[in-house]
């Protein structure tokens, strides 16, 4: 009897699935995934692409701002191979990094289409070059711009969408804000007469050569300085659309407050205490006021629109303005970005990150 009743309420069961299934709605076809880039293109897709290619110049702009979410270890087919390599900070957060595929520097658009990729993501000047030729092969591409904050959260909510996770753009977004917000509230009755006059310097040795640059008005390290209440001396100049070379003739005439050193070779330290021991450069108001620094670097420098811009801001204030910025922990700041952004453990930021770093940080 019990078999019999155990066997009539497993047909129920079937039959009940059964017409559960007749009666219940056919799936739908996904909807077509519009995301607009930073230069206003919109892009189609039928679905969250499961294939990507990052290339082009300032790679590691993009790459290190694609690899705040964690679906990157799984969707990036291809990276390629430049002179700020991928391949020096990726392998600390996806230990598969060596075995992906790599590109040669500036590889053309059938290189890439031999990626077979689903979407393609380069920064935003690449546009005109990339564009057209990779939509002939069928490839759709987006660009990111970066060069500012807000810049910077549209992209990120670019990636969001990309990812099919909006939930994790916001939440880096948040990161960000939060600690943009801490600085300007801290500098928030900054009078203007205490604003330094503030310059930032990247060095370059090439070719044997010495020689220092300053960026355009509109990048993002002239942005950090104003955030960060100082006055950049340089930005009221026009020196065309890329890093200007200036002569120390310049530089004296500016007599700055405050100079910040950059080097993307990653030796800004043994630069800045090269200039101090300079004769020359003596002769600087900043350098008798003990005032030139070298700016901070662990994979790459922090002045960069790459995503340790947030860094670089912090460290400026605490620069710029250190009685008003006292509760600003760099270390700490450091911890939390490794550990949010990138999700790496107090072990692996001790041994990987805390190292390589250099810089004027206490």
Not at 75 to 102: C, H, M, W, Y
Not at 268 to 275: M, R
């Amino acid at each position: 009897m019990k078999t019999k009743t155990t066997l009539t309420l497993l047909v129920s069961l079937i039959i009940f699935l059964s017409l559960s299934a007749c009666n219940a709605a056919p799936p739908q076809n996904p909807q077509p995934l519009e995301i607009t880039d930073a230069t206003g293109y919109t892009v189609q897709l039928s679905e969250p692409p499961q294939r990507i290619v990052l290339a082009g110049k300032a790679l590691v702009m993009v790459q290190d701002a694609a690899y705040l979410f964690p679906e990157s270890a799984e969707r990036i087919v291809g990276l390629e191979n430049r002179k700020q390599s991928a391949f020096d900070f990726l392998p600390v957060i996806d230990a598969s990094i060596p075995e992906i595929a790599t590109l040669e520097a500036n590889a053309g658009p059938e290189q890439i289409a031999a990626f077979n990729p689903d979407l393609v993501l380069m920064k935003n000047y690449l546009a005109e070059k990339y564009r057209e030729p990779l939509q002939k092969l069928g490839i759709p591409s987006l660009y990111l711009n970066l060069e500012t904050p807000q810049a910077f959260y549209q992209d990120i909510e670019m990636l969001g969408q990309i990812y099919a996770n909006p939930e994790r753009a916001q939440e880096i977004i948040s990161f960000y804000q939060t600690r943009v917000e801490r600085v300007e509230d801290s500098l928030a009755s900054l009078e203007e007469a205490r604003k330094p006059r503030v310059l930032v310097l990247e060095y370059s040795d090439q070719g044997g050569e010495t020689a220092f640059y300053v960026p355009p008005a509109t990048w993002i390290q002239t942005t950090l300085v104003e955030i960060a209440g100082g006055k950049p001396v340089w930005a009221e100049m026009e020196f065309g659309n890329g890093w200007a070379v200036v002569t120390f003739e310049q530089i004296a005439a500016w007599n700055p407050d405050q100079i910040f050193i950059i080097d993307y070779a990653g030796h800004a330290d043994q630069v800045a205490a090269n200039l101090k021991a300079d004769t020359l450069w003596e002769s600087l108001a900043a350098v008798q006021e003990e005032q030139l620094y070298a700016f901070p670097f662990d994979f790459y420098s922090w002045d960069q629109p790459d995503t340790r811009w947030i860094l670089g801001l912090q460290w400026l204030a605490t620069k710029t303005h250190p009685d008003l910025t006292h509760d600003i922990n760099i270390l700490t700041e450091v911890e939390d970005f490794y550990s949010t952004l990138y999700r790496l453990d107090t072990a692996t930021i001790e041994a990987e990150v805390k190292p390589l770093l250099v810089g004027d940080i206490p």
